[in-house]
């Protein structure tokens, strides 16, 4: 298991700060075209980037803390920094948002929806969505692998990156038959669909914080329980989530004519289901004589 552990740091450090760097480089890119060729779009996709690369530059820190073994003084581990980052990401993707809304409604109410267009935008533009679109699909796979909500956070990033460039793309070709409301129109769509997304990933991330069961996952325990016949009842059945580990704490009842080390055999194969049925999952079980308990 400590191996695997290693090997899982590893890999999310390694995509981590690949996607630090793919920021850094897109937001230059961005930047420097921006500024050459006036563009306010692709201005605001270079701030865009910019907050890509702090979201980017704290899930790096983060999976090098949130790995950390457990210590005197984090005795559950350093899971719960994985889900604060990916909290303090979804705020920045709402600064996000709300900096599209306000760019594209300002436009549309003024009129100064006219934007350059340049080969340069074109290219900056293009580069842009295929880089995005490599690091949003390779953090994804990792952030699924390793149940990272960092990651996943940063993989959102990543993909509202696409369709902001997308739109931008669109504009660019839009403006040149003409019509450079297009823009803006479907910079405030993107802006409302990243919106919907960060909040559920936002929910999430305070549910974690804040030690909310998961409804799936104390079904599925109360489920393996009941079909144990060692397990006659149980009780304070306790679930919380730090990171990507899942710690589990149950109470159960058994034949009391049962010998100590009878008793032991029970609880050690019901913590083997659980971890078996749940990945990264610690168990504790207390065991104690039946005495007609109701299950809870």
Not at 145 to 151: E, P
């Given at each position: 298991?400590?191996?695997?552990?290693?090997?899982?740091?590893?890999?999310?450090?390694?995509?981590?700060?690949?996607?630090?760097?793919?920021?850094?480089?897109?937001?230059?890119?961005?930047?420097?075209?921006?500024?050459?060729?006036?563009?306010?779009?692709?201005?605001?996709?270079?701030?865009?980037?910019?907050?890509?690369?702090?979201?980017?530059?704290?899930?790096?820190?983060?999976?090098?803390?949130?790995?950390?073994?457990?210590?005197?003084?984090?005795?559950?581990?350093?899971?719960?920094?994985?889900?604060?980052?990916?909290?303090?990401?979804?705020?920045?993707?709402?600064?996000?948002?709300?900096?599209?809304?306000?760019?594209?409604?300002?436009?549309?109410?003024?009129?100064k929806t006219e934007i350059e267009v340049s080969v340069w935008s074109y290219v900056v533009v293009i580069a842009s969505i295929i880089i995005d679109f490599s690091r949003s699909r390779e953090l994804s796979r990792v952030?699924?692998?390793?149940?990272?909500?960092?990651?996943?956070?940063?993989?959102?990033?990543?993909?509202?990156?696409?369709?902001?460039?997308?739109?931008?793309?669109?504009?660019?070709?839009?403006?040149?038959?003409?019509?450079?409301?297009?823009?803006?129109?479907?910079?405030?769509?993107?802006?409302?669909?990243?919106?919907?997304?960060?909040?559920?990933?936002?929910?999430?991330?305070?549910?974690?914080?804040?030690?909310?069961?998961?409804?799936?996952?104390?079904?599925?325990?109360?489920?393996?329980?009941?079909?144990?016949?060692?397990?006659?009842?149980?009780?304070?059945?306790?679930?919380?989530?730090?990171?990507?580990?899942?710690?589990?704490?149950?109470?159960?009842?058994?034949?009391?004519?049962?010998?100590?080390?009878?008793?032991?055999?029970?609880?050690?194969?019901?913590?083997?289901?659980?971890?078996?049925?749940?990945?990264?999952?610690?168990?504790?079980?207390?065991?104690?004589?039946?005495?007609?308990?109701?299950?809870?």
């Amino acid at each position: 298991m400590y191996a695997e552990d290693l090997l899982a740091q590893k890999e999310k450090k390694k995509v981590a700060l690949l996607s630090v760097f793919a920021a850094i480089l897109i937001t230059i890119g961005k930047l420097i075209i921006g500024l050459l060729t006036g563009s306010l779009g692709i201005l605001s996709e270079a701030l865009h980037s910019g907050l890509d690369f702090v979201a980017a530059a704290i899930t790096y820190l983060t999976v090098r803390i949130s790995d950390k073994p457990a210590d005197e003084n984090h005795q559950y581990g350093h899971g719960k920094y994985e889900n604060f980052s990916a909290f303090v990401e979804t705020l920045l993707l709402f600064i996000t948002c709300f900096w599209i809304i306000y760019e594209a409604s300002h436009r549309l109410i003024t009129g100064k929806t006219e934007i350059e267009v340049s080969v340069w935008s074109y290219v900056v533009v293009i580069a842009s969505i295929i880089i995005d679109f490599s690091r949003s699909r390779e953090l994804s796979r990792v952030a699924k692998k390793y149940n990272s909500q960092a990651l996943e956070a940063d993989a959102l990033h990543f993909s509202t990156d696409i369709w902001s460039s997308f739109v931008v793309l669109l504009g660019l070709i839009c403006a040149q038959f003409g019509f450079f409301l297009a823009d803006s129109i479907s910079a405030l769509i993107v802006a409302a669909i990243v919106i919907f997304i960060a909040f559920r990933l936002g929910k999430r991330s305070i549910d974690v914080l804040l030690d909310r069961t998961s409804p799936e996952t104390l079904k599925k325990i109360n489920n393996i329980l009941q079909e144990m016949p060692d397990v006659l009842s149980f009780h304070n059945l306790k679930i919380r989530t730090s990171g990507s580990y899942t710690f589990v704490e149950i109470n159960i009842h058994v034949d009391p004519l049962l010998t100590i080390e009878q008793a032991h055999e029970i609880s050690h194969n019901v913590e083997k289901v659980i971890c078996a049925s749940i990945e990264k999952c610690e168990v504790h079980v207390h065991e104690e004589p039946e005495n007609n308990h109701k299950i809870l």
